[in-house]
């Protein structure tokens, strides 16, 4: 596997820069280099937990890096920095009260290590920590193939599941999409795609995933240096620009500070956030959320899919077959949720799944060919080959469809 670092510039697939799976540290810049991953124990079976979907109430603003994409990089996406998630855990003082997981160990601990380099061993600690922190580069090919394959409009009807989300960014372009329809169409009635992320941890969700989602829709970053590579957002400005709009914003609680910015009281924040919250998950329909974080394990997801009834039109995920031993977890997942019946009312596209990864993870047993050696076998989905990149160091991007 390997990053993507600040202030992304990606081009088309072919054109993205050679690299293979990242040396053993993690960090926010794009790395190459052998991927030395240690084998590890098995990983714990974390629980199945949903995220709410609601503004962070502490949060006043966000940093991001830009991330351009697609032919002559006219497309852009917005990461959280990390420097801002550091920022967050050490106002929340997580230490002194810790989020255990099943292995005993604070969660966001383990994530604050992950981004001073304290994990030496490994970029990834199995049971513990999936590397959610990271823009891994394959999913950079994935964004650039989905802007490449398919028109926004076509994506915008689609129910989508990503897997081992992380930073999101395939979800986030198909998400920007639908927001910007739903916005269009409010008070139309026009029923909008969903778009359902999991990770397996849910601190990489909360700190990480959910940002990114605030960032690409709702939030509006504007940029602040003129080369484009980074965006920031004033929530509190926002906020109170909701607020002003509705003529809800009271007289009593807001004052002004020395730089004239206006102080929201508790109660203006929480209608704020209410007012954002319903923009961001208009145009659903049915009992099912138009959008939903998950973390924990495949097979806790999978059960727990299964259990509600969910199903996808596109499921998609990035560097999740890097070891031979997550095939069976990754296939089960993508076989409850991929949808069978077609075409559906909203949408004549035929249900798919899509894998980015590197065609050998070397050091570790997974590669592109034994992936799809290993579907193949089970006798239910086919499998082709839909992008490859032009550099030495292969990457796919593996489609896989009902027979």
């Known amino acids: 596997r390997s990053s993507i670092g600040s202030g992304s510039e990606v081009g088309p697939p072919s054109a993205t820069p050679s690299a293979t799976a990242s040396p053993i540290h993690i960090d926010t810049a794009a790395t190459s280099g052998s991927d030395t991953r240690e084998r590890q124990t098995p990983r714990a079976h974390l629980p199945f937990a949903e995220l709410p979907i609601e503004i962070p109430k502490a949060a006043s603003s966000f940093d991001a890096d830009v991330v351009q994409y697609g032919v002559g990089k006219r497309k852009v996406l917005y990461k959280r920095q990390l420097a801002d998630v550091e920022f967050q855990l050490a106002q929340e003082d997580t230490m002194d009260s810790p989020s255990a997981d099943s292995s005993g160990q604070n969660a966001a601990e383990i994530l604050r290590q992950a981004m001073d380099g304290g994990r030496e061993a490994s970029d990834l600690v199995k049971g513990v920590y999936e590397g959610g922190l990271k823009t891994w580069e394959c999913s950079i090919d994935l964004i650039n193939y989905l802007t490449e394959t398919y028109d926004d409009e076509g994506l915008v009807d689609l129910d989508v599941l990503e897997i081992g989300c992380g930073s999101a960014l395939p979800s986030l372009h198909i998400l920007k999409a639908q927001h910007e329809v739903a916005a269009a169409a409010a008070g139309s009635g026009r029923q909008i795609g969903r778009v359902h992320m999991q990770d397996y ?82 145009a659903g329909d049915g009992d099912m959320p138009r959008i939903a974080l998950y973390s924990g394990d495949w097979s806790r997801v999978s059960e727990e899919l299964e259990r509600r009834g969910y199903k996808y039109d596109l499921v998609v995920t990035s560097e999740t077959i890097y070891d031979e031993d997550s095939y069976e977890g990754l296939y089960k997942l993508v076989r409850s949720a991929l949808r069978k019946e077609q075409p559906r009312e909203r949408t004549v596209f035929e249900p798919r799944a899509l894998v980015a990864a590197k065609t050998i993870y070397f050091g570790l047993t997974g590669s592109t060919l034994t992936f799809k050696k290993w579907v193949e076998e089970r006798g239910e989905m086919r499998v082709q080959t839909v992008w490859q990149s032009s550099d030495s160091m292969g990457r796919e991007i593996l489609e896989l469809r009902w027979l």
Request: no cysteine.
């Open 201 to 282: 941890n849910h601190e990489v969700l909360r700190l990480v995933t959910l940002s990114n989602v605030l960032l690409n829709t709702v939030l509006n970053p504007s940029l602040v240096e003129g080369d484009g590579t980074v965006a920031t957002v004033d929530i509190d400005e926002l906020r109170g620009r909701e607020l002003q709009a509705v003529g809800q914003l009271s007289s009593s609680p807001v004052t002004e500070d020395g730089d004239g910015v206006l102080e929201l009281s508790d109660q203006d924040i929480e209608n704020a956030d209410r007012l954002l919250r319903e923009k961001l998950i208009a």
